[in-house]
């Protein structure tokens, strides 16, 4: 395992679809960055949360989509801004356990959230994960869709389910995901994410999201698998 096949992997991520998709590792949220650097922030953001888990990680964990509230301007799946920023401790969750050897930095503008923004799911995944006794660097955390699908008539701040040709075209980044990091146990978020799974052949296994009422349900399935 080699940091090039890290960068080798963000230079694919630079090919999403057009239409209501945004790409946060090569693209500027206008209204909601803090400035054009954004982008580079987020992807090294990203390099560095991979690198930490090259040939280490035992457990993958696969959503739907990167939400506006999280990967959306941390760079990181499931990932939120606050978790980066240290904000995060009441729920066990530290900076140091997504990556550590650079500084964190806010790219939402502090006007939207002074903190940066928070997802509930991260905040679910991550401490379910880490109280289950898993180390950070043991699981790794990815979307079946890479990018943001967000609804155009709400602009960036929302997120939508990625439409069949929009999933279609993840499938390469899933793919090359799944060969970076050949887990013990893949797990798929919700049905489209097991999906998209299944049309790679991948033997996974499908839990509920802990988004919209999810939360305990997840818990509890999560727990048997890693255990």
């Excluded at 960055?33 to 888990?53: K, S």
Aim: proline residues 6%; aromatic residues 8%.
């Amino acid at each position: 395992m080699s940091c090039k096949e890290i960068d080798d992997f963000l230079r694919l991520l630079n090919v999403s679809p057009s239409g209501a998709v945004f790409n946060p590792w090569w693209e500027v949220d206008e209204q909601n960055d803090v400035g054009h650097n954004a982008p580079a922030i987020r992807r090294n953001q990203l390099r560095a949360y991979l690198e930490e888990r090259l040939g280490k990680s035992k457990v993958a964990i696969i959503g739907e989509a990167l939400g506006y509230r999280g990967g959306h301007f941390s760079g990181i799946p499931m990932t939120s801004e606050r978790m980066l920023l240290g904000k995060k401790k009441d729920s066990g969750i530290h900076l140091e356990q997504v990556f550590f050897g650079i500084q964190p930095r806010q790219t939402s503008k502090p006007e939207k959230y002074q903190d940066g923004f928070s997802e509930p799911t991260a905040t679910i995944v991550w401490g379910t994960l880490l109280k289950l006794g898993l180390k950070p660097e043991q699981f790794v955390l990815w979307n079946a869709f890479p990018w943001h699908s967000f609804d155009p008539r709400r602009g960036m701040l929302s997120n939508r389910m990625p439409n069949k040709s929009e999933q279609l075209s993840g499938l390469p980044v899933l793919k090359a995901f799944l060969e970076l990091f050949p887990c013990d146990q893949v797990v798929a978020l919700g049905k489209i994410a097991a999906a998209q799974l299944e049309k790679l052949n991948v033997d996974t296994h499908c839990i509920r999201h802990p988004a919209s009422g999810g939360a305990r349900l997840f818990r509890q399935q999560i727990a048997k698998i890693v255990r």
